[in-house]
């Protein structure tokens, strides 16, 4: 199991949160995100999907840390959104922020450049961005 603690939000005891990642099997992880509140949410995704969405959630959590105020994924959950809400990209009447939207991009175009191995070149990344 990897267990990190990621600030959403200033860096304050409040906005921590504990994330947690644990291997369900060969391809992938479950993922269970523990609020400052107490308050949980998880996802164990498809057999077909675990092994993408370990390495997406935890690029998340890298592109989150360093982008700091843009409110993301990790943003969402920590506000009280269900993981499960964010794929649906509502929350309780509530649509997605577009700073979320644009941290999907980047975590996208990384997980891109994963994939393929290759590294974007700057204007790809610029035609991605506002294309998007």
Known sequence: MITTYLFVGPKTL?????????KVDQNGAALCCERADGSTTWQR?????????ALHDLTHCACESELGDLKGFFSLVADGWDI??????SAIGQSLPESALIIEVIVGLLD???ASQILLERTKVKLSGAAY
């Open 14 to 22: 409040d906005h921590m949160m504990k994330v947690r990642f644990k």
């Open 45 to 53: 995704p498809k057999p077909t999907q675990a092994a993408f969405f």
């Open 84 to 89: 499960g809400d964010c794929e649906t990209n």
């Open 112 to 114: 891109t450049e994963r």
